[in-house]
């Protein structure tokens, strides 16, 4: 091991002890955690059966294996987290960077308080920044077009467990088999490859929906798909054909009562429903889910500009929001919380500056793409980067700045490229990126 690797681990190692065992030693819980501690019993117990399919397994299975001590936990999302800049260091070097500003930037992209802040929460984030960090790693090292047999298959595994924590992710193999057709379109190839990669994506992805068929009826990774989609239409339910007044005026009056009560608007469905608003109904959330999928397709069918503008506007411009989860109160000592407020107040600005390069990055590239035809590395990330902005954005409104957050890394490292690459910076800066 390299002494900069020794130096990066070490760094990582005392960052969180000393933030963790001074400053902050709570287990985040928040509303989403509970579904996947319920599940991580279900794994554990190996019982499925009348499974709501509110969650997918991926991290459940995480949290079974430390038997749901949410400390173990914990540390094992800080080990997670060290190996992450490990990965992401690796790849700095791979992308032409010396040894020293790889451990420099890669120090920097741990040192947001938001990575430490999600390895003591109970939710997905810390894992799917390291297998994301894993998947960048891979494609850094080899091009994708390159890369042999067994490489293809531990990208396949990434990828599968990927889908099998948020079948959001579903979305990248495919990326990929696109990139290749483009880049390189040899039959014999793309169909070796395809085969390959989408073997654990899929697996994953069709192993839980028949799960969930069994269990609630519906061949889908999430019982509440539908749930998701409807959060979209808030701002225009009373606008959905009249066949769904059942749901839209209900949902119009809490939406309304939301606002008044300055409670997140995006959630009024989940107010709705667990208020009791549509008890009288006698539906389990799965089924009440299909119906509002029925609703929310039947809606943005009638009302397609109204959904545009709530994707672009709310949906798609939160993605690029800074996220920070935490509890606020339970810090060790008063003023604790202050401090770290005002650090993440500075660090959020940074963030938003970033992800401002980024846009610009990825625009720059598209146009280069469209000019030349010639595709880069840099491209390919930065599409995986937008493509999910965009699809996050058409499918569900409300905590999407956390789609972000596994992407941030990504965002800094194409920015950090492109002024290394493509920006004549003063000599002394120029140095620095070398």
């Known amino acids: 091991m390299s002494k900069n690797l020794k130096l990066l681990i070490a760094i990582e190692v005392l960052f969180r002890l000393i933030l963790f065992s001074i400053f902050y030693t709570s287990v985040t819980i928040f509303p989403d955690s509970e579904g996947y501690l319920d599940l991580a019993k279900r794994v554990s117990n190996f019982d499925f059966s009348n499974y709501n399919g509110l969650r997918s397994p991926g991290y459940p299975l995480l949290i079974s294996f430390v038997n749901s001590n949410l400390y173990a936990l914990v540390f094992i999302q800080f080990g997670l987290g060290t190996v992450t800049s490990v990965f992401q260091y690796k790849t700095l070097t791979h992308l032409a960077f010396s ?3 790889s ?21 997905v984030e810390t894992l799917v920044l390291f297998l994301m960090s894993v998947f960048v790693y891979l494609l850094s090292k080899t091009p994708f077009q390159n890369q042999s047999l067994k490489f293809d298959f531990l990208m396949s595994f990434i990828l599968g467990y990927l889908v099998l924590i948020k079948s959001f992710y579903i979305f990248i193999p495919f990326m990929l088999l696109v990139w290749l057709l483009l880049k390189q379109p040899n039959f014999k190839t793309i169909f070796r490859k395809s085969c390959l990669i989408l073997l654990f994506p899929m ?22 798909s539908g749930l998701y989609l409807a959060q979209n239409c808030v701002y225009f339910a009373e606008d959905a054909p009249k066949e769904f007044d059942w749901i839209s005026k209900t949902y119009v009056d809490y939406r309304e009562k939301s606002i008044r009560e300055n409670r997140d608007v995006a959630m009024t469905i989940w107010y709705a429903y667990e208020g009791g608003a549509y008890d009288k109904y006698n539906l389990t959330l799965p089924e009440f889910s299909v119906e509002l999928g029925k609703f929310a397709k039947a809606a943005i069918k009638e009302n397609p500009f109204a959904y545009l503008k709530q994707v672009i506007t709310k949906s798609w411009f939160d993605f690029w929001k800074p996220t920070i989860n935490w509890n606020y109160e339970a810090f060790n000592f008063k003023y604790a919380n202050k401090l770290f407020l005002g650090v993440w107040y500075l660090q959020s600005a940074l963030i938003v500056l970033i992800k401002a390069g980024f846009l610009f990055v990825f625009g720059f590239h598209l146009i280069q793409f469209l000019k030349s035809r010639k595709f880069v590395f840099e491209f390919l990330l930065s599409s995986i980067v937008f493509s999910a902005s965009v699809l996050q954005a058409l499918a569900t409104y409300g905590t999407n700045n956390r789609f972000s957050f596994p992407f941030e890394f990504m965002m800094i490292i194409l920015v950090l490229l492109f002024l290394k690459t493509k920006v004549k910076l003063p000599s002394k800066l120029n140095i620095w990126l070398q």
């Not at 040192?111 to 003591?120: C, G, K, M, R, Y």
């Not at 697996?203 to 509440?224: E, M």
């Open 99 to 101: 040894k020293r500003n």
């Open 103 to 123: 451990l420099i930037f890669t120090l920097f992209i741990s040192s947001f308080l938001n990575v430490f802040f999600f390895e003591t929460c109970v939710l």
């Open 203 to 224: 697996l994953a992805f069709w192993s839980w929906s028949y799960v969930n068929k069994v269990n609630i009826g519906q061949f889908s990774t999430s019982g509440i």
